[in-house]
């Protein structure tokens, strides 16, 4: 007999590479898709990086590296938050994992215990709930709407809180919203936090330097969180680097010193190779990397904003930072074609995969099924074709 445990008929697909799978096999069937799925910034990694790899691998970087990570990775990672957050952290408060999805594995099934609440403002992105329910904790959301430019209150984060919560966790800027939290704002979430001490604040950072308002912020710099919050943060976006596979925590030592005990039995360091190209990207000046990453963004935002507004029905908000747009696409619910009723988002999604081959993302899994995620990350040819084939067929549906 073929049973497969409750953990795993529990987890859901990542809805990513859900749509990304399938684009693939459209692709492959001969198909013309658009794919605004994936969350990858669409240019190559720097070339000083990829020579620091290289050299790495004429030293004979091919052996095991201790299970947080080398030593001078860990020490120019202190010495980049420090520089770039105003965070103090020591090596040993610094864990290097296969990609920040690792690193919040790691954290959950470091702190959460079965029936622990985590709660999550609306919209998160997708991997947060199920590694949540993987540690076995319980995901609760705190809803948002794009009026609201998709960021929850204090009032709303108290009221969520009961005596089973242990975590908060959120992105700033926001996968999939794109909206980047102020500091006046985080202070005030700070001071709701003030009045529960058992409560561990996840502050998902991948996104810092692709920040449309040049003012990123560390929630982990408040005096009164510093103890409890820990820092998650990596290559893949910034530094275009996604294949790569590096992210890494800053943490209070103990909290550290659990999630290496974690990796350590489950896949010890990550790549000796991608560990020392990632030492040459903390060192180096961000800017260096990420200007003209982010000016092409801001100008590939604009324009697709520009299109999506004008097709009737459309609501967005303009996202402060990341590479997403996630307008609120309620308006064609209920509505059809002739032949396929759109009853929800994921409904739509497959009927503009299926219709015109532009691949977009659901809300649902974001905790916002009113919305739909478009990754701009792509050409500004590819933009403009997707947006005149999606009202094409949005069009249609009456």
């Not at 040993?92 to 790691?106: F, H, M, P, R, Y």
């Not at 005030?188 to 003012?215: G, L, R």
Request: hydrophobic share 40%; glycine share 6%.
């Amino acid at each position: 007999m073929q049973k497969l445990s409750e953990r795993i008929n529990r987890l859901a697909e990542s809805a990513t590479l859900a749509m990304a799978r399938m684009s693939r096999e459209l692709k492959a069937e001969g198909k013309d898709v658009i794919a605004l799925s994936l969350g990858e910034p669409d240019f190559n990694t720097p070339e000083f990086i990829k020579d620091a790899a290289k050299e790495a691998i004429t030293n004979n970087y091919s052996h095991y590296t201790p299970v947080p990570g080398l030593d001078e990775l860990r020490n120019s990672i202190a010495k980049k938050f420090k520089r770039d957050n105003k965070l103090e952290f020591t090596k040993d408060e610094i864990v290097v994992s296969t990609g920040a999805k690792q690193s919040l594995a790691n954290i959950c099934l470091s702190l959460l215990d079965p029936g622990d609440e985590v709660l999550l403002p609306c919209p998160y992105w997708v991997s947060y709930a199920e590694i949540i329910k993987l540690a076995e904790g319980i995901p609760v959301e705190i809803s948002s709407s794009v009026t609201k430019n998709f960021k929850v209150s204090p009032k709303q984060i108290e009221n969520a809180i009961t005596d089973k919560t242990r975590m908060f966790m959120f992105s700033s800027p926001c996968n999939p919203s794109g909206s980047v939290y102020t500091e006046d704002e985080l202070r005030e979430i700070a001071e709701i936090f003030k009045k529960y001490p058992n409560i561990y604040i996840v502050s998902d950072e991948i996104y810092e330097h692709i920040n449309f308002t040049d003012k990123h912020f560390s929630i982990g710099t408040i005096d009164s969180l510093k103890d409890r919050v820990i820092t998650v943060n990596g290559v893949s976006k910034g530094f275009a680097m996604t294949g790569w596979r590096v992210g890494f925590i800053g943490a209070p030592l103990w909290i550290a010193k659990a999630c290496n005990k974690i990796q350590g039995q489950v896949t010890s360091a990550t790549c000796a190779i991608a560990q020392k190209a990632t030492e040459e990207a903390m060192n180096a000046d961000p800017k260096i990397v990420t200007n003209e990453m982010k000016s092409s963004f801001l100008k590939r935002r604009d324009l697709l904003l520009e299109k999506l507004n004008s097709i009737k029905g459309i609501k967005c908000n303009i996202p402060d930072g990341a590479f997403y747009i996630f307008p609120d696409v309620s308006y064609f619910f209920g509505k059809s074609d002739g032949d396929k009723v759109i009853k929800n988002a994921d409904d739509l999604c497959m009927y503009l995969l299926n219709s015109c081959y532009v691949a977009l993302v659901s809300g649902a899994p974001f905790g916002n099924p009113e919305c739909v995620r478009i990754s701009y990350a792509a050409s500004e040819n590819n933009l403009l074709e997707a947006a005149k084939r999606i009202q094409i067929q949005l069009e249609k549906l009456k």
